[in-house]
């Protein structure tokens, strides 16, 4: 169907308000209500020329001049139904609808071109069809989607004559606002159950979190899975299914509440069977049980301590045991994060293309990183110049959902977020802190950063940063020590251990500068 909609019309001042038909050469005026072609009516030639007729002696049936048009049976909703809730439909010559008018309680109105074109005037703070019914008359109330749904369903339980009678209303979009909902609450609550009859989408989704969080007690919810509105039911000819569905319906659970038994054994059944990993440090790994998946953790030291080195480390160690990840060092180049595994494969110190060439190893270092790559465990990133906080999480969740890592590294935290105020930098990296720890729950992904320390131990710029995360390790090392393996020494001090709750010292690693490796003690 070719619809012209606002449209000047032919008879009256209105410039906007006339729809004309192209194929049936037929419009109607939703400001004067009357159809075109009107019968007594002469049209001038520049009217004729702009909206052709089929026939210009045709003389349309009055219908759609009754006070607006007329109640009439539409996609199986009866007569009756539509004069219970006021509805009339402005119909062609031929019978085939132009619009239908829904009116609110407010006087505001929504006019529905045919196919599926809408026009709203006034404020629609109010729930449609919440005039036909008084407020705490029966046991239950329902609320759709849409208008046709709302008729459809009164119609389907039975309607007036129904012992089941029940109200049945609709919003006036998905997406009502917030005035409408404070409007709308008591009147709602003068009913015991609230049957919610909304499409089994996103939108409907949303309702039904809205209308739960509103009245948590007495929210239900009709099973839509198959017939998607309560209009396709009745189109399908399948008011007995609806019926059913409807006293079927279920207390509304939210997405984020488990509590049936399929929630509960799908945390056993879905969780990997193996969500650590050792990292190959005897006292760590017996302490802490290695490294977690869904966890956030902080490895934090003071400058100079060696803390990328570490993470080199665990590193090397995820490529061995062929655990997917990916890694982030702001505070070098990809080559350096690169050819610092390279060191750890060809245990020398590769960290400096001219130390390669002067040792004559560039083919060996070739060959290495081709071996890192076949892998396909390893993936590095950087975050480009103008990226925060945003880009980062949404990165961490496409490495998990899209790459399959089972940890993501970013160091150190605090130059992921770049602002002139150190207030407004604590400020951020709390939630950013919050919402990693969040992120590695929801998607099951080992988060690990470093975090810099200030003079008395806390993370710098931000404590939450440690406060957030399930564990926290301390990288202690005496730099001015003159013995030389004391001056090498890493020590790891578990400080937070929330997955075995075991804390303190949990081992040593010596730093080789000549491999430019690092070895458990």
Not at 2 to 21: V, W
Not at 58 to 76: C, M, N
Not at 165 to 191: C, E, G, H
Not at 447 to 464: P, Q, R, V
Request: charged share 25%; proline share 5%.
């Amino acid at each position: 169907m070719a619809e012209l909609t606002g449209q000047p019309c032919p008879t009256c001042p209105s410039s906007d308000a006339f729809s004309y038909n192209t194929e049936k050469m037929v419009g109607v005026c939703f400001s004067c209500g009357s159809s075109y072609p009107k019968g007594g009516q002469r049209y001038s030639e520049e009217t004729l020329a702009l909206y052709p007729l089929a026939d210009l002696d045709f003389t349309p049936t009055t219908t759609t001049q009754e006070a607006g048009g007329i109640y009439t049976s539409l996609r199986g909703i009866a007569s009756g139904t539509m004069e219970h809730y006021g509805v009339k439909t402005l119909v062609a010559p031929d019978g085939s609808p132009l619009s239908q008018t829904y009116t609110y309680p407010s006087g505001a109105t929504k006019t529905r071109l045919f196919p599926k074109d809408f026009r709203a005037t006034g404020k629609m703070d109010s729930l449609f069809g919440q005039n036909r019914f008084t407020a705490g008359t029966s046991k239950m109330v329902t609320i759709t989607e849409g208008e046709l749904d709302a008729m459809s369903a009164w119609q389907m339980l039975g309607g007036a004559s129904s012992r089941y009678a029940t109200p049945v209303v609709s919003l006036p979009s998905a997406v009502p606002s917030k005035d409408f909902w404070q409007n709308v609450i008591p009147w709602l609550d003068s009913f015991q159950k609230i049957i919610l009859s909304v499409d089994a989408d996103g939108p409907g989704d949303e309702v039904a979190q809205k209308v739960n969080a509103l009245f948590p007690h007495k929210t239900y919810r009709v099973d839509h899975s198959i017939h998607k509105d309560a209009n396709d039911f009745l189109v399908a000819g399948k008011a007995a299914e609806y019926k059913a569905a409807w006293f079927g319906a279920a207390r509304f659970m939210p997405d984020n509440l488990l509590h049936s038994e399929a929630d509960l054994l799908s945390l056993f059944d879905e969780t990997p069977e193996h969500s650590f990993v050792p990292t190959g440090i005897p006292e760590f790994d017996s302490k802490a049980m290695g490294l977690h998946r869904g966890h956030f953790t902080v490895f934090k030291a003071a400058t100079g301590v060696g803390k990328t080195e570490v993470f080199r480390f665990l590193e090397w160690n995820f490529i061995n045991r062929g655990v997917t990840f990916a890694t982030c060092h702001l505070e070098e180049i990809p080559l350096r994060s690169v050819l610092g595994l390279v060191s750890y494969d060809l245990n020398d110190n590769m960290t400096r293309k001219d130390a390669i060439e002067a040792k004559g190893k560039t083919e060996e270092v070739r060959a290495s990183i081709k071996r890192l790559a076949e892998t396909e465990h390893f993936y590095q990133f950087k975050l480009r110049e103008n990226d925060g906080a945003d880009e980062l999480v949404q990165q961490i969740k496409m490495m998990a959902t899209v790459y399959g890592c089972q940890f993501v590294m970013i160091e150190p935290i605090q130059d992921t977020i770049t602002v002139a105020s150190d207030t407004n930098k604590e400020s951020e990296l709390a939630q950013l802190a919050i919402r990693l720890s969040k992120v590695a729950a929801e998607y099951n992904v080992g988060i690990l950063t470093i975090a810099h320390t200030n003079s008395d131990g806390d993370a710098k710029y931000c404590k939450m940063i440690v406060q957030r995360a399930s564990v926290v390790i301390d990288l202690q090392r005496n730099k001015d020590a003159e013995d030389f393996e004391d001056r090498n020494t890493t020590k790891l001090v578990i400080q937070k251990n929330r997955p075995t709750s075991e804390e303190g010292f949990a081992g040593e690693m010596l730093f080789n500068p000549e491999t430019f490796t690092l070895t458990p003690l």
